[in-house]
T-cell receptor, first 112, second 113 residues
Framework: AQSVTQLDSHVSVSEGTPVLLRCNYS??????LFWYVQHPNKGLQLLLK??????LVKGINGFEAEFKKSETSFHLTKPSAHMSDAAEYFC??????????FGKGTMLLVSP | DSGVTQTPKHLITATGQRVTLRCSPR?????VYWYQQSLDQGLQFLIQ???????AKGNILERFSAQQFPDLHSELNLSSLELGDSALYFC????????????FGQGTRLTVV
């Protein structure tokens, strides 16, 4: 069995300040982990992925995430938020023979 | 552009009707997923096919059905439509059935009136 918990439904930051979106996972096997972003009325776009290589993963648009097995976490960070980062972000796990399991999403709000 | 094509982009239909949503996966992808996204339920996994066979089933209603054809395109059939079925329906595809990222289409917005 596998599951994903996104710890915040909404995160508000000011432009130019760091972003932290938190994700914890549970899986019976070694997981593959992903972050997706969805801008309003758009499809979901893959930001980055972890598939058992380097634990610090770099993605598009300056985002990165660190896989911490001991903490079962895969938090998404960005050093400096931009207005265009305002969107909904989904943490996703896939392990064993299980299909993708999505978290409930975190809405990132960026103020000027 | 993810390479996943969904048609139509928008669909307006009446309650009780039946509609078919179509998805063409990325070239070379064997797996297709269907998701429903609404304001109250969020993103819900419906069903996954892999190389023509049903791979995983999520919160798919009995009024809904899907299939994946030999050319790997997929269709999602929604029947006896209710107002609550109004949502954005996404298709995604991936090379393998598990452990790998999926690429999403732009979605079909279904409005039931």
């Amino acid at each position: 069995a596998q599951s994903v918990t996104q710890l915040d439904s909404h995160v508000s930051v000011s432009e130019g300040t760091p972003v932290l979106l938190r994700c914890n996972y549970s899986s019976s096997y070694s997981p593959s982990l992903f972050w997706y972003v969805q801008h309003p009325n758009k499809g979901l776009q893959l930001l980055l992925k972890y598939t058992s290589a380097a634990t610090l993963v770099k993605g598009i648009n300056g985002f990165e995430a660190e896989f911490k097995k001991s903490e079962t976490s895969f938090h998404l960070t960005k050093p400096s938020a931009h207005m265009s980062d305002a969107a909904e972000y989904f943490c996703v796990v896939s392990s064993g023979y299980s299909t993708l399991t999505f978290g409930k999403g975190t809405m990132l709000l960026v103020s000027p | 552009d993810s390479g996943v094509t969904q048609t139509p982009k928008h669909l307006i239909t009446a309650t009780g009707q039946r509609v078919t949503l179509r998805c063409s996966p990325r070239s070379g992808d064997l797996s297709v997923y269907w998701y429903q996204q609404s304001l109250d339920q969020g993103l819900q996994f419906l069903i996954q096919y892999y190389n023509g066979e049903e791979r995983a089933k999520g919160n798919i209603l009995e009024r809904f059905s899907a299939q994946q054809f030999p050319d790997l395109h997929s269709e999602l059939n929604l029947s006896s439509l209710e107002l609550g079925d109004s949502a954005l329906y996404f298709c995604a595809s991936s090379v393998a059935g598990t452990g790998i990222e999926a690429f999403f289409g732009q979605g079909t917005r279904l409005t039931v009136v």
